[in-house]
């Protein structure tokens, strides 16, 4: 069984791509179109990564992930920002990212930078 991943982005399109290659991989993905609503996945069953888009209504990608690190009741979950340019590059290694995914996404990029830091999918080839 894959690693469990989440994937915070209020793009449709993009959560679904993303999904793709993920579960594509034997990744075990779920979705979340809000940081909200992610919040409540993330209470209910602590994912092994958060790949947060950084631009989203309600609460940013940086304010839900330092959310989630501040709440010590839950795991450190190691968390990749997406992003349509590398900004806040600074903030979000403050936040313990552990790395970003420019739009739009290269899904051996994203396999890559994923296989590094949890276990259970395949690694692209080439």
């Known amino acids: 069984m894959g690693a469990n991943i989440l994937i915070v982005d209020d793009d ?4 679904d791509l993303l999904r793709l290659h993920l579960s594509s991989a034997g990744y075990d993905v779920r979705v979340a179109e809000d940081a909200i609503a992610a919040g409540y996945m993330v209470l ?30 839950l795991p450190d979950i190691k968390v990749i920002f ?25 899904a051996d990029r994203l396999l890559s930078l994923v296989a590094q830091h949890v276990s259970g999918g395949r690694t692209p080839i080439g």
């Open 12 to 15: 449709a399109s993009m959560r």
């Open 82 to 106: 997406l992003t349509s340019v590398e900004d806040g590059d600074h903030r979000g290694k403050s936040l313990g990212a552990v790395g970003y995914v420019t739009k739009p996404v290269r």
């Open 44 to 73: 209910r069953t602590p994912p092994d990564l958060i790949i947060c888009d950084i631009n989203m209504p309600h609460l940013d990608g940086f304010e839900f992930i330092a959310a989630l690190k501040a709440d010590k009741s």
